[in-house]
Every structure is written in structure tokens, then in C-alpha cells.
């Protein structure tokens, strides 16, 4: 199983996380697997992380640090890492995660098995807690429709992080992550591999995550923090890669889209009587900056009627 290790690229995206990126490469410097290469994309760090890499590389010489020529956000670090490594498996990891020592042995040993399937992912622990994110997915090869029809479109969040291992033939297919939907851009990434590519999935915890933020960073790095304009980011990646899905389909494939339509329209409006109920007024001043040209007309007249009630009356 080491020779696998020659087919993989490590790429470990990095931004103002000093605190945890000497545990986070530990643990990817301890793998039961060798010769795979590890390349750290910094993405511009202010708080000395990049010294830090800097330091720890300069000790492990398995280590090839490089920095993004400014600072582009999560997808556009991905591109510029991938853009950088050679081999044909791409393991995408980020700084404050743990990884356990078999992980690139149990992505590697899955993506060996098929070669359509594109990504390899896993269940999840939490750091510091019992919890296990899990999913009912069979453990093993899984046909990509089927993952997209069960698992992404049904729900508005994600049962894929952003770390995976990915064929490089793959993620070239698609084209890599569209920077537009910056930190959503990895849901995007997952839904257009599954269109076109099977998947793996390994029913264990092999990574946990660490959800720590540090108080200076930047809004658009704060990928848990709600707002208008985020919801709108994840409709339109539904939207589009629906439509692209729904062409592959049977006549079906109109109800389908009006009943997507109507979910959305129901999950904005949840969210504007939320802010009525709860009277958060800056909720409903910004209201409109959820709308797409797939709100239902109903919505827009909810929506236009709560924005506008409320700035007249105060």
C-alpha cells in the first residue's frame, strides 16, 4: 500500500491559524502511508502563520510551503494548491482539522478500487465532544446521481466538507472551484463531481474537525456566520446545478424544478418571519439582497410587503 503513496498530493490550505497548524501537520506528517508529498498553500497569513510553516518546514524536508500572491479565499487557495502538485490524487485538507493516521491509506485504498469514482469523503468527529457526524451512506463506491438525488439537493447544508481526496483527472472535468461562490464553493465542487463521476465514502471518523475562529478574521473566511447574501450564494449553486442536472432527466424533470422553486421561496420566507417574530429589524432592512430569478411570485410580493411595511413604519 505505500507505493500509493506516490500518486498523492497533499494539499493543505492555510490562513491565520497559528495556533493549530503545527497539531493539523503533525498529524498529516504521521500518516501510515509514504512518499506523498505535502504542499502547504498559505493564503497570505497575517498572524504568523507562514513563519510558522516557515519553521516546521525547514525541520521536515517532506514539507513544500507556498504562499498565494494575495490573499484569494478558500477556493481560490484550492485552484492555486492543485495548480501546484503533480500527482494524480489529490488530498484536500485545511489547517485546523486533525487527521487520523490512516486517512490518505483509507481515501487512497477506495480510489484505487474504481476508477470512476472522482472523490473519496468520510464521517466526522468533533474536537473536544462524542459527536460523529455520520451519514446512512453504504460504506464504499457510491454512484454519484444517486449521492446528489439523496444527499445534496434535499438539504440546505452540506453533508460534505471540504476535505476529500480527488482525482485529478476529475477535478480538471469540472474545472476546479468557482471562486464566485467563495466558501461555498466546495458544495458547488462536490455536486458537479457527482453529475459526472461516482464517489467513495468511508463510514469512519477519519478527520476531526476543530471549529475555531479567530476573532480577527475576515467575514468571507467565517463560513458559519449567517446572512442574506450567503443564502443567496447557496440557492444559486443549487439552482444552477439542478438545472444542469434536471437536463439529463424525464419529463419528471419540470415538478421536480417547481417543487425545488417552492422550497426555496418557503425557506426564505422562514427566514423574513423569523426576523418579523423576532423583531431584527436589520434582518428585514437587507431582506432583499436574498432575491434570485427563482423566487416564486408569492415570495416577492411577501418579501416587498414586509420590506417596505417595516421602513414606513418604523
Known amino acids: ?46 498572524d504568523g502563520t507562514w513563519d510558522q510553516i516557515l519553521k516546521i518546514s525547514q525541520e521536515d ?35 485546523d482539522d486533525i487527521y487520523r493516521e490512516n486517512l490518505l ?22 474536537y473536544g465532544s462524542n459527536k460523529i457526524y455520520s451519514e446512512s451512506i453504504p460504506g464504499g ?36 472551484m468557482r471562486e ?13 463531481l457527482c453529475m459526472r463521476w461516482s464517489a467513495g465514502y468511508v463510514p469512519e471518523p477519519l478527520i476531526t474537525v476543530r471549529h475555531q475562529r479567530p476573532s480577527y478574521y475576515p467575514d468571507i473566511y467565517k463560513g458559519e456566520r449567517w446572512s442574506w447574501i450567503r443564502q443567496r450564494c447557496l440557492y444559486e449553486i443549487h439552482a444552477i446545478n439542478r438545472l444542469e442536472h434536471l437536463r439529463r432527466r424525464d419529463l419528471s424533470a419540470r415538478f421536480r424544478w417547481f417543487y425545488f422553486r417552492l422550497r426555496l421561496s418557503l425557506e426564505t420566507a422562514k427566514w423574513i418571519t423569523y426576523a418579523l417574530v423576532k423583531r431584527k429589524f436589520d434582518m ?9 430569478t427563482y423566487d416564486q411570485m408569492w415570495l416577492r410580493m411577501f418579501r416587498g410587503i414586509v420590506y417596505h411595511g417595516v421602513k414606513h413604519f418604523g
Open 1 to 46: 500500500m505505500n507505493d500509493v503513496g506516490q500518486k498523492i498530493s497533499v494539499c493543505l490550505l492555510t490562513y491565520n491559524h497559528v495556533d493549530l497548524i503545527k497539531s493539523t501537520l503533525k498529524s498529516i506528517l504521521q500518516q501510515t502511508i509514504s512518499a506523498y508529498e505535502v504542499i502547504v498553500s498559505d493564503d497570505c497569513s497575517t
Open 61 to 95: 524536508c517532506r514539507i513544500r510551503p507556498i504562499q498565494t500572491p494575495r490573499n484569494l479565499g478558500m477556493p481560490g487557495n484550492a485552484n492555486f494548491a492543485v495548480e501546484k502538485s503533480t500527482r494524480p490524487y489529490i488530498a484536500l485538507l485545511h489547517h
Open 105 to 126: 491509506e483509507k481515501w487512497a485504498e477506495l480510489m484505487e478500487t474504481s476508477l470512476d469514482i472522482g472523490f473519496v469523503f468520510n464521517s466526522y468527529a468533533v
Open 141 to 176: 463506491r457510491v454512484d454519484g446521481p444517486w449521492l446528489l438525488d439523496r444527499f445534496l439537493f434535499p438539504h440546505w447544508g452540506c453533508v460534505i466538507r471540504g476535505t476529500a481526496m480527488i482525482r485529478r483527472t476529475a477535478w480538471e472535468d469540472i474545472g476546479g
Open 180 to 192: 464566485k461562490y467563495r466558501l461555498l464553493a466546495d458544495i458547488d465542487c462536490w455536486m458537479r
Open 284 to 292: 428585514i432592512a437587507t431582506c432583499e439582497e436574498s432575491a434570485t
